[in-house]
């Protein structure tokens, strides 16, 4: 079995398109990674320009000198910074001049850097266990109420809260904006989705068309053997796609912003202050990959079931490409209230790739008056279709088997050159 899944990887991945098209994409994903990294997004993560360099250095110095332990002292030096600055501003005497002796060289500048990229994300820090807790006190007094009232649902919800918010508190102080924009980045699942679709597709339609399918027939476990080891080249194949250009996008992120803090929890970051997970925020990533590890096998599957449909290439390339535009868009109905839109959007293997979105707050969905995780029960989902679409490639392929084999032996297969073979004696 080792031997034939390494020959299908040979056989269907170690192709010349395929391996221009990796570089090419890897190229391009790098190249857009770059230019995010110098436009900026016009607020926090700052246009890589001369004119912004010494905003820049001091706004790199100044998270050199307070990342690490949050501390009292780096704590009392932003406040009294800012109130200095703010009293300056306040006080407009202030030389509107280039001067020598500020971060920036503007007052006005250093008060907007202080406050918004240093006194705002520690403030949030400092004063998030305080704040979790009311949300927590909260949720007890909610749990009594809806125990009387019978919604067992809500009650769950709030125990959840209870149970996962409870004793939270963050110690540290680092620059998250880098990791919430390498979180969001998501350029690199279209590149993803590509690669996959250009390496799957042929994966059966290549033997029906040099005729190979002929030739499993004379062994008793071919077709399940070959399946089967069709089934994990392709497994292995998206893993290492996935993987790939996710720890390319780790790599090129960290050379690029620094990515400190990786071990703080996720909730550190300002946007995921109500995400129900407590990982740390590299765990989180990582969890995030793997998710589309699955929804990128769950959509292999889909094309794989496109190849055994069709003799000619180019009609599975169509539909996966249609399957991953309709995919796409449906996938965003997850946050829906409808119930038709959150079972379409639980049923598209696309929603996986959106791990950030599935867990950046607390999102359940009611089942059985019970709550459960959004992103949770769409991994389920997905885990229960990946199991059908492989039963449903071995019927497709065992019924194919069965009407080649009729032809193969009553259409000139091997019974009829016997017989031609005993007449010729």
């Known amino acids: 079995m080792f031997r034939l899944i390494c020959f299908e990887i040979r056989k269907n991945y170690l192709r010349w398109y395929i391996f221009v098209a990796f570089l090419l994409f890897i190229f391009i994903n790098v190249f857009m990674i770059y230019n995010k990294y110098i436009s900026g997004d016009g ?28 501390t009292v002292d780096k704590a009392r030096f932003i406040v009294d910074e800012r109130n200095r600055l703010r009293d300056i501003i306040n006080d407009d005497t202030y030389s509107k001049e280039y001067q020598q002796d500020t971060y920036t060289g503007y007052f006005y500048a250093d008060y907007g850097m202080i406050t918004q990229h240093f006194y705002q994300p520690m403030e949030y820090v400092a004063m998030y266990e305080t704040n979790i807790k009311q949300v927590v006190k909260k949720a007890k007094d909610n749990i009594g109420f809806y125990e009387k009232s019978k919604n067992d649902y809500e009650r769950d919800r709030n125990e959840y809260i209870v149970n996962h918010y409870s004793g939270r508190k963050i110690n540290v102080f680092y ?135 069709f003799q000619r290439v180019v009609y599975p390339y169509m539909l ?71 039963c449903l490639i071995y019927l497709l392929k065992c019924k194919g088997n069965v009407r080649r084999k009729k032809r193969f032996f009553l259409g000139g297969g091997t019974l009829k050159c016997c017989f031609s073979s005993g007449e010729r004696h």
């Open 43 to 70: 607020m926090y993560l700052m246009e890589r320009t001369p004119q912004n360099s010494r905003f820049l250095q001091a706004y790199e110095d100044l998270h050199k000198k307070l990342d690490g332990s949050l």
């Open 320 to 390: 996966g490409v249609l399957m991953a535009v309709g995919g796409i868009y449906i996938s965003g109905y997850l946050a829906s209230v409808e119930t038709v839109r959150i079972v379409l959007a639980l049923m598209s293997p696309f929603t996986l790739l959106k791990g950030n979105e599935l867990f950046i707050e607390l999102s359940g969905l009611n089942i059985s008056n019970s709550f459960f995780l959004r992103g949770y029960v769409c991994l389920f989902v997905q885990l229960i279709v990946l199991g059908a679409l492989y």
């Open 175 to 309: 620059d998250g904006k880098p990791w919430e924009s390498l979180l969001e980045y998501d350029f690199s699942d279209l590149l993803i989705l590509f690669l996959i679709i250009l390496g799957v597709v042929p994966i059966f339609i290549s033997e029906k068309q040099n005729g190979m399918e002929e030739l499993i027939l004379s062994s008793r476990n071919g077709k399940s053997d070959m399946i089967l080891a069709k089934v994990v080249s392709v497994i292995l194949y998206i893993a290492f796609v996935v993987i790939v250009f996710s720890s390319m996008d780790f790599i090129v992120f960290k050379l690029l912003y620094g990515l400190s803090g990786g071990d703080m929890p996720v909730y550190a970051l300002e946007s995921y202050k109500y995400t129900p997970l407590n990982h740390s925020v590299s765990l989180f990533y990582i969890m995030i990959s793997l998710l589309k590890v699955v929804g990128g096998i769950v959509f292999g599957f889909w094309l794989c079931i496109f190849s055994t449909l």
